[in-house]
């Protein structure tokens, strides 16, 4: 590609992403979001969120799926999950999670 062939592509995906992100602020006001929608659009960010975390649990660096004891990560997962529905905390969550994977990693189970 031509140099000004780049700098086109880039101008073209900055205006594209500027108007996207913008239209909320120019036309949001003219439109109605129905409230089934806005009750679905709650529950967007977990979704979003499970999405990313979970193929990391569960895949390996090679990308099959390893669902055993060995697997740190989902063992970690699952046992920071069991901490936050008993504590309602996600700072301690989290926190509790990083922890409990590094012990596993420095001291493994065998």
């Not at 999670?97 to 596993?104: R, W």
Request: charged share 15%; net charge neutral.
């Amino acid at each position: 590609m031509a140099d000004w062939e780049i700098w086109l592509v880039i101008f073209v995906l900055a205006l594209a992403t500027a108007c996207t992100r913008s239209s909320f602020w120019l036309i949001g006001h003219h439109i109605t979001i129905p409230k089934r929608v806005q009750e679905m659009l709650r529950f967007a960010p977990a979704c979003a969120l499970a999405a990313i975390v979970a193929p990391d649990l569960i895949l390996a660096a090679d990308g099959h799926a390893v669902l055993d004891a060995g697997n740190l990560k989902l063992v970690s997962g699952i046992v920071a999950t069991i901490y936050y529905l008993l504590r309602r905390n996600m700072l301690e969550t989290i926190v509790f999670g990083m922890a409990f994977f590094t012990v596993l990693r420095l001291f493994p189970v065998t």
